[in-house]
């Protein structure tokens, strides 16, 4: 919008030095700093995205490797479907999706989650599967359940790799959704392609870099909630 | 309708949404398909002939864990979509472009797999080797490589399946693949948007499978699970 205004001409003589980088698509650090709050809406969406999709693919990702914790034959085969959605280019399931969930966030979410389950999947089980089994033992003896063994011994010792699992999707994720603007989601991604062109240099850098700011910020959010949860390592670090 | 429109679409030819011109077909989509292969299939090559000796080399001497580690982290916080616009917009588009950006997308986990798949050989075995007087390059050679293959190609096959789909949005920076169907919905209409959804998805499972199966044909006989059990 106030690339607008300055296009109109009468204004400071920093405006008109900025108005000429813009004009001759160079990169502006300038404009990005003056500009910041066209990034916030598109960020917002992102964040959303990002959130909700790993949230749900969280969920379902570890219900279904608590089922298979139970039941081992069920393994092969959620590796095996999880699998599938995984390898699907997201931008193409957008598009399969797109004639029954219609365009917007709901197509890009179920994209997105469809994404994230063969990751968190895998993480949770083989975390679940590296506890050792001296730890079970103790735990039998000390008189758990099974239940009681599962949430007390065996998922606090695989958070860990539960959290790498989680990590890897999120970080994964907030790249993907770069790509949620094709699916009319919004995102960062309407900051880097405006129509169908990828020219605007300056919008590039801006938008590509709050996205992977996003993504550290994330990963580091991920490693605070790992700590937190396991008390008992901050204990024992020396 | 639509999904049978859609392959309606794949195989024969119809006047453009934007009128004129003759679009869909076999042989336009094969072309695309032709497109997407070679321009996913050269990136691979090219980032295979440098990330993997790079990898087998700092895991041999047991350097730069740090960088080869990290560097995959690193990979996969840079959105694909900004690496492709970024070289669009500031390097110039065209074919040539467009392959630099797919090698960046796809040596991170390649060479991360490689490093790792080296660092994970049992130690017992390689002081076995240097003790039968083998140099180091056969230690690669015939002890390292052969043993670190099968994660060596997990790692392949995560870039060849990444490069494929991101290959889907070359069409922004002037390579036409099978991604024009699907960014250029005004000339193909919405069935062809479908048909090039459909033909991306069935590409990149052909490359999963394939590249699945290459995994356990390149694991070494005595390493496969069926055969020590």
Do not use: K
Request: charged fraction near 10%; charge should be neutral.
């Amino acid at each position: 919008m106030s690339l607008g205004l300055l296009a109109q001409g009468g204004v400071q003589i920093r405006d008109r030095s900025e108005t000429s980088c813009i004009a001759e698509n160079g990169f502006c650090p300038a404009w990005i700093i003056e500009n910041f709050d066209r990034y916030l809406e598109p960020l917002a969406q992102h964040v959303f995205l990002t959130v909700v999709s790993v949230v749900a693919g969280f969920a379902i990702a570890f219900g279904l490797a608590l089922l298979a914790h139970q039941r081992r034959w069920l393994i092969g085969p959620i590796t095996s479907a999880t699998g599938i959605l995984y390898t699907l280019p997201s931008l193409a399931l957008f598009f399969l999706l797109l004639p029954i969930t219609g365009r917007g966030s709901l197509t890009a979410v179920i994209a997105l989650t469809a994404y994230t389950l063969q990751i968190i999947f895998r993480n949770v089980v083989r975390g679940l599967e590296n506890v050792p089994p001296d730890a079970i033992d103790a735990g039998r003896g000390m008189g758990f359940t099974d239940r009681g063994l599962l949430w007390r011994v065996e998922l606090p010792l695989a958070l860990p790799e539960i959290v790498a699992g989680v990590r890897i999707a999120a970080t994964t994720t907030v790249g993907l959704a770069t790509l949620a603007v094709f699916a009319g989601a919004g995102g960062l991604g309407s900051e880097i392609v405006t129509g169908s062109n990828i020219t605007f240099r300056t919008g590039i850098v801006a938008a590509g870099g709050i996205a992977v700011l996003l993504a550290f910020s994330l990963d580091v959010a991920l490693l605070l909630v790992q700590r937190l949860l396991s008390p008992w390592r901050r204990a024992v670090v020396t | 309708m639509i999904f049978i429109d859609a392959i309606d679409f794949i195989f024969n030819t119809r006047e453009a949404q934007t009128g004129g011109v003759e679009v869909g077909g076999l042989e336009q989509a094969l072309a695309f398909t032709w497109a997407h292969v070679q321009l996913s299939a050269v990136a691979m090559l090219v980032a295979c002939l440098f990330a993997v000796p790079l990898g087998l080399w700092l895991g041999h001497l047991g350097r730069g864990e740090l960088v080869a580690v990290s560097m995959s982290n690193i990979g996969r916080a840079v959105p694909s979509l900004a690496l492709i616009a970024f070289f669009a917009a500031y390097i110039g588009v065209g074919f040539t472009n467009v392959t630099i950006a797919l090698v960046l997308l796809a040596i991170p986990p390649i060479l991360t797999n490689a490093y790792v798949g080296v660092r994970q050989v049992d130690r017992e075995a390689i002081d076995a080797a240097r003790g039968m007087g083998l140099t180091a390059f056969q230690i690669v050679r015939r002890i390292e490589l052969p043993l670190a293959l099968p994660t060596i190609f997990g790692g392949i096959r995560i870039s060849a399946v990444n490069v494929v789909a991101t290959a889907t949005i070359a069409p922004l920076a002037g390579v036409l693949t099978l991604g024009d169907y699907i960014l250029s919905a005004n000339v193909y209409g919405d069935a062809g948007r479908l048909a090039g959804a459909l033909m991306v998805a069935a590409l990149a499972v052909a490359v999963e499978l394939g590249f699945a199966w290459l995994q356990r044909a390149m694991t070494p006989r005595g390493l496969r699970p069926e055969a020590s059990g």
